[in-house]
């Protein structure tokens, strides 16, 4: 257990409405990561993080942003929510230094009405 | 970019063998990952590769050929509980650590 939980675990929008997703570790792993899973997708990378106030995009970064404040927290915002955004989202860490695998938190599934 | 590809579903008898194929195309590969994922549930590391060769873990083993871009997932004495979905996922140097993944394979184990 890499002591990752996501909140919330379900949420239903709507279209053009701001939502944000929260991502909390409490290893102090320095490497973050939200994803999304779509059938016949996948698990494709938004955005990542390397460290406090440290981010990057990803792949499919278009219509997201993220914030890394603090170590243990990495926030997920839908400036404007699309049905196309409609997707489970999970979080994941890299495990300890040198480590190759990523821990994933449980998901939050997201649709957009 | 990156691109892999691997069998959208696979069938295999519990107590078989089964072989999970993925072949990739990347820049700055580092490595090859395997995670299992059971519906309804998040992705679990299984194995990484980053040298040619066969590596094993209990049931699960995991191979790679960088001259090839071809990896494997090898599940021996299948059980049920093995019913899940599989994604190869290459590691690559498009920044820190990025980790690109396959679309999935679904295993399903019968009886």
């Known amino acids: 257990d890499a002591g990752i939980t996501q909140s919330p675990r379900h949420k239903v929008t709507e279209t053009g409405t701001p939502v944000t997703l929260r991502c909390h570790q409490t290893?102090?792993?320095?490497?973050m990561y939200w994803y999304r899973q779509d059938p016949g997708h996948g698990l494709r990378l938004i955005h990542y993080?390397?460290?406090?106030?440290?981010?990057d995009k990803g792949e499919v970064s278009d219509g997201y942003s993220v914030s890394r404040s603090k170590t243990e927290d990495f926030l997920l915002t839908l400036e404007s929510a699309t049905s196309s955004q409609t997707s489970v989202y999970f979080c994941?860490?890299?495990?300890?230094?040198?480590?190759?695998?990523?821990?994933f938190g449980p998901g939050t599934r997201l649709t957009v009405t | 970019g990156q691109s892999l590809e691997q069998p959208s579903e696979v069938t295999a008898v519990e107590g078989a063998i089964v072989q999970i194929n993925c072949t990739y195309q990347t820049s700055g590969f580092y490595g090859l990952s395997w995670y299992q994922q059971h519906d309804g549930g998040a992705p679990t590391f299984l194995s990484y590769n980053a040298l040619d060769g066969l590596e094993e873990t209990g049931r699960f083993s995991s191979f790679l050929s960088r001259s090839d871009s071809y990896g494997y997932l090898l599940l021996q004495e299948l059980q049920m509980k093995d019913s899940a979905s599989y994604f190869c996922?290459?590691?690559?140097?498009?920044?820190?650590?990025?980790?690109?993944f396959g679309t999935g394979t679904k295993l399903q184990v019968i009886p």
């Open positions: 993080s390397y460290g406090v106030k440290d981010t």
């Open positions: 290893e102090n792993h320095r490497y």
């Open positions: 996922a290459v590691h690559h140097s498009g920044g820190y650590q990025k980790v690109t």
């Open positions: 994941a860490i890299r495990g300890t230094s040198g480590s190759n695998e990523q821990y």
